[in-house]
């Protein structure tokens, strides 16, 4: 009889032991998949994220460049807002291939996350934001008709949420100002996705704000002039020059500080998966002493034994593997949902990226902890001696 079905038959002996060894060697498994698809994920959605944005360089008010850059990807408000004449002296600059000013702004809507109430995002933007983000296409209607008009361009998956088509009025709560939306982007899959645009004037009229700013986006003709160009607006008292490659490198730290601990956890669920399938497996071995003997007494080598043992555990390992695999890929989106609401700053996009490659070194890991964990077990059982083990199981 082939020495997998032996040993397959040996677990289905005690069946909750088995199964519950399996859900450990499963549960480390899903865990360490899980992180390793998260860091995959992140930063590849933050990437894709920040290359969406259209520009290299994020000129804001002076402030905690982390927080004023992180704000700005997800769309958030509460920065501080520099003037319009800054905007009026950078876009001179020669090396500047393209630039765009923007001017955020939040409103309380009661009626937003089904009656609970959240805030929407409104921001103002110039026709140089198209020339920036020559990939945005508009799904239906098109752009402002004038600098001043009361009109609005609606994200994907604003117009979405808030059911909006093309030429439907809206009202921005506590302002008492009527809008009429006049176009709808197609789906970018970054944070414009979820903004409702304005003409910038209109934006600094409404919202109190004339001549202010809260960004201006920057792309230069060469990258090799990043450095220089930033070091050029230094000693400019009221704004600051972030870039956005460091801002990908800084809250890649941040995450990074982050997994370690995570990390350290899947390391602690391994340990106790390797302890629990040994365990079992011992205890399998004990349970079996006397069968063992007559095994061995009937002619099994020291090899059958040890290999009988040996695939036990690497079934269990291998069970395991594959039903932590399945865990992984079911529950990815409710990890993800979790991270989404914990992290300071989640970008749009997958943050939990399984693929195929990740799974089957997960599982290939798994085969190799059941060879590492079954070696002493194998080697107790096929250390037996015929006439001792028979006598010790009566």
């Known amino acids: 009889m082939n020495i997998i079905s032996i040993a397959y038959k040996n677990l289905k002996r005690k069946k909750i032991r088995s199964g519950l060894t399996i859900g450990g060697v499963a549960v480390a498994v899903a865990v360490l998949v899980s992180l390793l698809g998260f860091d995959k994920g992140y930063r590849q959605s933050l990437t894709s994220s920040i290359d969406k944005m259209g520009y290299q360089l994020l000129v804001t008010a002076k402030g905690c460049p982390y927080e004023a850059a992180t704000m700005m990807l997800k769309g958030g408000g509460g920065l501080r807002y520099m003037e319009q004449d800054v905007y009026e002296k950078i876009s001179s600059d020669?090396?500047?291939?393209?630039?765009?000013?923007?001017?955020?702004?939040?409103?309380?809507?009661?009626?937003?996350?089904?009656?609970?109430?959240?805030?929407?995002l409104y921001m103002g933007i110039a026709d140089s934001y198209l020339t920036l983000k020559p990939w945005t296409k508009f799904k239906s209607g098109g752009w402002f008709s004038s600098e001043t008009a009361d009109e609005a361009i609606f994200?994907?998956?604003?117009?979405?949420?808030?059911?909006?088509?093309?030429?439907?009025?809206?009202?921005?709560?506590?302002?008492?100002?009527?809008?009429?939306?006049?176009?709808?982007?197609?789906?970018?899959?970054?944070?414009?996705?979820?903004?409702?645009?304005?003409?910038?004037?209109?934006?600094?009229?409404?919202?109190?704000?004339?001549?202010?700013?809260?960004?201006?986006?920057?792309?230069?003709?060469?990258?090799?002039?990043?450095?220089?160009?930033?070091?050029?607006?230094?000693?400019?008292?009221?704004?600051?020059?972030?870039?956005?490659?460091?801002?990908?490198?800084?809250?890649?730290?941040?995450?990074?500080?982050?997994?370690?601990?995570a990390n350290s956890i899947a390391v602690?669920?391994?340990?106790?998966?390797?302890?629990?399938?040994?365990?079992?497996?011992?205890?399998?071995?004990?349970?079996?002493?006397?069968?063992?003997?007559?095994?061995?007494?009937?002619?099994?080598?020291?090899?059958?034994?040890?290999?009988?043992?040996?695939?036990?555990t690497i079934l269990v390992?291998?069970?395991?593997?594959?039903?932590?695999?399945?865990?992984?890929?079911?529950?990815?989106?409710?990890?993800?949902?979790?991270?989404?609401?914990?992290?300071?700053?989640?970008?749009?996009?997958?943050?939990?990226?399984?693929?195929?490659?990740?799974?089957?070194?997960?599982?290939?890991?798994?085969?190799?902890?059941g060879v590492v964990s079954g070696i002493y077990p194998a080697w107790r059982a096929s250390s037996m001696i015929p006439v001792e083990a028979i006598r010790t199981g009566e």
Do not use: H
């Not at 291939?97 to 001017?103: A, E, F, N, R």
């Not at 202010?212 to 792309?219: A, E, P, Q």
């Not at 395991?320 to 996009?349: C, D, F, T, W």
């Not at 399984?354 to 190799?368: D, F, Y």
């Open 155 to 261: 994200g994907y998956e604003a117009a979405e949420f808030e059911q909006r088509l093309v030429g439907d009025k809206i009202f921005i709560p506590n302002i008492n100002k009527v809008l009429t939306v006049v176009g709808i982007f197609e789906r970018t899959g970054s944070q414009d996705d979820g903004t409702i645009f304005l003409p910038l004037k209109t934006t600094q009229t409404i919202f109190s704000l004339p001549d202010k700013l809260s960004g201006i986006g920057i792309k230069l003709k060469n990258l090799s002039d990043i450095a220089e160009f930033e070091e050029s607006l230094y000693n400019e008292p009221s704004i600051q020059i972030i870039s956005m490659s460091q801002v990908r490198g800084t809250i890649l730290n941040l995450v990074s500080s982050a997994k370690v601990l």
């Open 94 to 120: 020669s090396r500047i291939d393209k630039i765009t000013p923007q001017l955020i702004a939040t409103v309380y809507d009661p009626n937003k996350e089904n009656g609970q109430g959240g805030f929407a």
């Open 317 to 369: 390992c291998t069970f395991g593997g594959i039903l932590g695999s399945i865990l992984a890929l079911l529950g990815s989106s409710v990890v993800e949902k979790i991270i989404k609401g914990v992290l300071p700053y989640a970008p749009s996009g997958q943050l939990v990226l399984i693929k195929p490659s990740l799974l089957l070194e997960a599982l290939i890991g798994a085969i190799i902890l």
């Open 268 to 312: 602690i669920a391994i340990f106790i998966a390797v302890i629990g399938v040994v365990n079992t497996i011992l205890m399998s071995v004990f349970e079996r002493t006397r069968e063992i003997g007559v095994m061995k007494a009937i002619g099994a080598s020291r090899m059958d034994i040890f290999k009988l043992i040996w695939t036990e």
